[in-house]
């Protein structure tokens, strides 16, 4: 295991995320994320651990820009996110996938309507929305169910959907957020598992997970934050099964 | 481009969703302006038909001049003749006691009145019109002064004090209905911006959720001001419908007392360019609505 100082940061030639020092501040004096520095590498799966409040959600927002950072520059995909202007950002999320714990489909849409929406931003034609929908839904096994709507289905099915609308559109970052933290352990191997097969397609993945079972189960590279801070950084297969 | 058709598209349609999901407070929205807008068409109807009727009577704009009991015929000959040389008279005739008494039993309860009369009370006169050129209330002046120095002209009628009350009451109108219109498209407005806002707060997890997958500003905005305009669309043909079916209903109804108000017994409806207008109007009242709703709100 590597213990980390507050300057330490691998350095990757070819990493789609950068941080440098940064600090996330809400209250004056009082820190969600502190003096974090980090890389991931492009097709990199990152597990960012740590308890409740420890700072892995602030991460993600930060990395999609649903926060900017009160110190410190973040790079995602080359564009500096700390003084992305407003109208830059739906650029960069259209390149970042997001996977949020409580699934953030709408509920009056069918599963397929949730999963093309990330694609009808982009203006793509109807034939090829279909299209790619479709083989995404068989991607994740609820072909079937595309015309059902969300509420009718279970958390695992939900997630699954939320998973889908994150990858339809091939994003070059996967962010997600505790996407196994309502699933029963079955559902949770399934989920994880889908994830690691889109790393292993060369996307970047950072899951922020408080499962530590789940950790050691995939022994891939760990971020533990606790009290905002960067705490270690465990290289990939270090942790023992 | 093709991006942009499918964009526009599914804009449309996602304004179309927005406006099935709130059918009950649009539907409100919609019948608020298209009361708005017939209000304001019923100024626009009356105005109309007062700019028709004023064309009219300005295009058979005379000045009449009586003439004296004792002028022979010839005499009569001669002053047309010389009424006609003045400048700015287009023509001039001779309307003789006989013709005067014709046309007055020709009008609409003449004859009655002219039961037990044993002669003829009305004069001779001249019937002088104007080059439509020289239609202006100075040059009927010109023309009237010039016939009250003439021998055997007794006395002058013009239709002008008449043409320009008119005018002052059209302005009137005019002027009623553009306040009118005003304050009550005022109202309206903020009632539209309302449903708006209304909307937009019962869509703000959608508008969340497709700012998260990068939808644009422009993206999450273009649906409420569609939407805006749909719903000022819709109230512009309830107000047309409703204007067009209250005009069939009313104007048989009214009959004399039309041809007391506005002159004629036979109004027109709004003409095409009036009735595009009003839709326009709405349009327009219902976009800017919209538009104010969205200034006023934050969205993700």
């Known amino acids: 295991m590597n213990r980390l100082g507050a300057d330490a940061a691998p350095a990757r030639g070819d990493a789609l995320i950068r941080l440098f020092h940064v600090s996330k501040s809400y209250q004056a004096g009082t820190y969600a994320l502190h003096d974090v520095s980090l890389e991931v590498g492009k097709g990199e799966m990152v597990f960012l651990t740590g308890p409740s409040g420890a700072g892995k959600t602030t991460l993600l927002e930060l990395l999609f820009a649903a926060e900017r950072p009160s110190e410190g520059q973040i790079l995602v995909l080359g564009r500096n996110v700390a003084v992305l202007r407003e109208h830059a950002i739906p650029a960069l999320r259209r390149r970042v996938g997001v996977v949020f714990q409580d699934f953030k489909l709408l509920p009056r849409r069918t599963v397929e309507e949730n999963v093309a929406l990330a694609l009808q931003v982009l203006g793509t034609p109807t034939r090829e929305v279909r299209s790619r929908t479709f083989a995404m839904l068989k991607r994740v096994g609820l072909q079937h169910r595309r015309h059902h709507h969300p509420p009718s289905l279970s958390g695992g099915e939900q997630q699954r959907i939320a998973l889908a609308r994150a990858l339809v559109n091939d994003p ?15 559902l949770t191997l399934e989920i994880t598992d889908m994830i690691a097969a889109q790393a292993a397609r060369g996307t970047t993945v950072l899951v922020a997970t408080h499962d530590l079972g789940l950790v050691r189960r995939y022994r891939k590279r760990t971020l533990r934050l606790e009290s905002g801070r960067l705490e270690e950084d465990v290289p990939a297969g270090a942790w023992r099964a | 481009m093709r991006r942009a058709l499918f964009q526009a ?191 937009l707060h019962a869509r703000r997890d959608e508008l969340e959720i497709l700012s998260l997958v990068g939808a644009s500003r422009i993206f999450l905005r273009v649906p409420f001001l569609i939407e805006g305009v749909l719903q000022g669309m819709a109230a512009g043909v309830l107000a047309l419908a409703l204007l067009y079916g209250l005009f069939h209903l009313a104007v048989p109804q009214l009959g004399d007392g039309l041809e007391l108000f506005l002159g004629w017994k036979d109004p027109v409806f709004l003409s095409l360019r009036d009735a595009l207008g009003l839709l326009a109007a709405g349009a327009g009242l219902g976009v800017v609505g919209a538009a104010a709703a969205l200034a006023g709100e934050r969205l993700p």
């Open chain 1, 172 to 186: 070059e970052i996967l962010l997600a957020d505790e996407p196994t933290g309502n699933l029963d352990p079955e």
């Open chain 2, 9 to 199: 598209a599914w804009l449309v349609r996602a304004a179309l969703r927005g406006l099935r999901a709130s059918a009950i407070t649009s539907g409100i929205a919609v019948a608020t302006l298209a009361v708005v807008l017939v209000l304001v068409g019923t100024f626009l109807l009356v105005i109309a038909n007062m700019n028709l009727l004023l064309e009219r009577v300005g295009s058979d704009l005379h000045v009449t001049a009586y003439l004296e009991e004792s002028l022979s015929a010839d005499t009569r000959r001669e002053l047309a003749r010389r009424v006609a040389d003045l400048g700015g008279v287009h023509a001039v005739e001779i309307v003789s006691k006989e013709e005067a008494l014709r046309r007055f039993a020709e009008r609409s309860g003449g004859a009655a009145l002219l039961e037990g009369l044993e002669e003829n009370p009305l004069p001779a006169s001249l019937e002088v019109r104007l080059a439509p050129e020289r239609r202006s209330a100075e040059d009927v002046r010109a023309v009237s002064e010039a016939l009250a120095g003439m021998d055997g002209v007794e006395e002058l009628g013009s239709s002008q004090q008449w043409v320009e009350g008119y005018a002052r009451a059209r302005r009137l109108v005019r002027g009623l209905g553009f306040g009118l219109g005003a304050v009550l498209g005022l109202a309206t407005l903020l009632i539209v911006a309302n449903t708006i806002r209304l909307t």
